[in-house]
């Protein structure tokens, strides 16, 4: 059997998947330990039955709906390959957008930090306000609902590449989740940014002390409406519930919404809490209730509370100032 062969009658098979032949390649591709490249050169090479069985039995997973992401085990954000397992969601290319405003709002703080030449003593409240911030210049930034640790760890190596370091806290209720992300950060962070990330399991920001704060707080907590919810997993992605669905909200302990942001109404009110004065949140909505987690951001105290646009044009970033 021939790649191109194989190929081809992977695609045949592949009838519920809008993206048949992306799918067939990555596959492939992982299967034999080939790039996508290779599989166009030497598309009349034979496969052995060894690769030809392990690569119909992928195909055979896809067909059911599961992720191609759970297959292959990885999944490119950011230009960085992260492990993912069904504990975690799939890094979406539109979160993207929510680490891109991070970076380049955080370079804009440490500009204004660098650039200042304001010396003025502290009075007592502005000490109270800044308590946990790091004297050496080192900022704090926590990534809340972290599944892979994508959003935290692709925010954390840029910043860092662009002489930033960062000292970074990861927080997620699944245990397994936060075990993912710790895999990734020890293989995606050098060693110094390795040894200063904590990983802290927790209901949103629950566990933390009351007197940490951070200068930035990144999140993409689960934000699809029940009902939305269950309609999406019917095609069989694999995805888990929890990761997803913005209603279920374990501190509510029955349902009592319906627009997907139950727990993003305790998120805004605890990230004002957690952040510094100056601080900023920055949280990733639907681009149906963006509206809805703007008016919660402003009602916990946040100011200057923008909403940015994915590549797409949908709204899916909100931002706001403590």
């Known amino acids: 059997m021939t790649i ?18 992306l799918d067939a390649d990555v596959l492939l591709s992982h299967t034999i330990k080939r790039s996508k490249s290779f599989l166009l050169a030497h598309r009349n090479d034979n496969l052995t039955d060894a690769q030809y069985g392990a690569f ?10 599961l992720a191609v992401a759970y297959i292959t085990g990885h999944k490119e954000f950011y230009k960085l390959d992260f492990i993912v397992t069904q504990d975690v969601l799939v890094p ?21 930090k660098t650039s200042s030449t304001a010396k003025a003593v502290r009075t007592a409240e502005a000490a109270k306000q800044n308590e946990g911030r790091q004297t050496d210049g080192t900022l704090r930034i926590a990534d809340i609902c972290t599944g892979s640790g994508c959003v935290g760890i692709a925010a954390a190596r840029e910043l860092n590449e662009c002489g930033i370091f960062c ?7 699944s245990s397994r989740a936060l075990e993912i992300a710790k895999q990734n950060a020890e ?33 993409n907590p689960p934000y699809v409406p029940s009902d939305e919810t269950t309609e999406l997993l019917k095609d069989g992605r694999g995805e888990p519930r929890i990761a997803l669905d913005g209603d279920a909200d374990s501190a509510l302990g029955v349902r009592q919404s319906s627009d997907g942001l139950a727990i993003t109404r305790r998120l805004a009110a605890q ?12 949280l990733e909505s639907g681009e149906y209730n963006a509206e809805g987690a703007a008016l919660l951001m402003k009602k916990a105290g946040f100011i200057r509370v923008e909403t940015h646009c994915d590549l797409s044009g949908s709204p899916r970033v909100t931002t706001g100032v403590r």
Request: overall charge neutral.
């Open 56 to 65: 119909m039995s992928a195909i055979e997973k896809r067909k059911t709906g």
């Open 271 to 282: 990230a004002y809490e957690h952040l510094v004065q100056g601080g900023m949140l920055f």
């Open 187 to 219: 293989r995606l962070l050098t060693k110094a940014q390795f040894e200063r990330t904590a990983f802290v399991s927790s209901d949103l920001l629950n566990a933390l002390s009351p007197g940490t704060r951070f200068d930035a707080i990144l999140a």
């Open 92 to 112: 979406k290319p539109d979160t993207e957008t929510l680490v891109e405003k991070a970076v380049e709002s955080i370079k804009e703080i440490v500009r204004n």
């Open 4 to 21: 191109k062969n194989a190929r081809d009658e992977a695609i045949k098979k592949l009838t519920n998947s809008p993206t048949a032949p």
């Open 167 to 173: 000292e970074l806290t990861l927080t997620d209720i």
